[in-house]
Antibody
Framework: EVKLLESGGNLVQPGGSLRLSCAAS????????IVWVRQAPGKGLEWVSG????????YYADSVKGRFTISRDFSENTVSLQMNSLRAEDSAVYYC?????????????WGQGVLVIVSS | SYVLTQPPSVSVAPGQTARITCGGN??????VHWYQQKPGQAPVLVIF???DRSSGIPERFSGSNAGNTATLTISRVGAGDEADYFC?????????????FGGGTKLTVL
């Protein structure tokens, strides 16, 4: 059974940092790109970041470039999103999802999401 | 960056057909995916590559894509179809890889 389980969500002050984790199981971890997608309360979906199956290529939305870093741990089958210099507008539910390596492939399975609140 | 435009809401009576559109410049040349999201739940892939149904999705769900509009069609709509629907593409128009979502359409079953 495919599983993606996010963790690490929390309340953090503006300017602070947070590290999210996505634990994967039930599929061949290195065969899939893992992405992070966020959803602010009552809003739509926004792609945030992605990392290739081999961990050598990373992708970032302009809104987070230079502040967020995505990485992959092959011993733990996890993908992490290090979020620095957090802003109020980063408050959202963050989902991790998997997709095949083809750029045009869909996000075929999603985790349940984790809540990040940036507020003083 | 590439922009996908969806109507904020679509309403349909039970048993009727709902059509949710996703507009974009020459979107017919792109591969469009559709996700269903029910309140408090994660999105679920329903249609991929314009018209292929994801595993477990009923045949009532279908997709098409041509010109500047992609369409998700749900026939014989029931209360269980009430949800937000999002279209998504890979944005190949820019010099960096990114994936884009439409703003979402709330389907209401009257």
């Amino acid at each position: 059974e495919v599983k993606l389980l996010e963790s690490g969500g929390n309340l953090v002050q503006p300017g602070g940092s947070l590290r999210l984790s996505c634990a994967a199981s039930g599929f061949i971890f290195t065969n899939y790109v893992i992405v992070w997608v966020r959803q602010a309360p009552g809003k739509g979906l926004e792609w945030v970041s992605g990392i290739s199956g081999g961990g050598t290529t990373t992708y970032y939305a302009d809104s987070v470039k230079g502040r967020f870093t995505i990485s992959r741990d092959f011993s733990e089958n996890t993908v992490s999103l290090q979020m620095n210099s957090l802003r109020a507008e980063d408050s959202a539910v963050y989902y991790c999802a998997k997709k095949k390596a083809d750029y045009s492939a869909p996000f075929d399975f999603w985790g349940q999401g984790v809540l990040v609140i940036v507020s003083s | 960056s590439y922009v996908l435009t969806q109507p904020p809401s679509v309403s349909v009576a039970p048993g009727q057909t709902a059509r949710i559109t996703c507009g974009g410049n020459n979107i017919g040349s792109l591969s469009v995916h559709w996700y269903q999201q029910k309140p408090g739940q994660a999105p679920v892939l329903v249609i991929f590559h314009d018209r292929d149904r994801s595993s477990g999705i009923p045949e009532r769900f279908s997709g098409s894509n041509a010109g500047n509009t992609a369409t998700l069609t749900i026939s014989r709509v029931g209360a269980g179809d009430e949800a937000d629907y999002f279209c998504q593409v890979w944005d190949r128009s820019s010099d960096q890889t990114s994936w884009v979502f439409g703003g979402g359409t709330k389907l209401t079953v009257l």
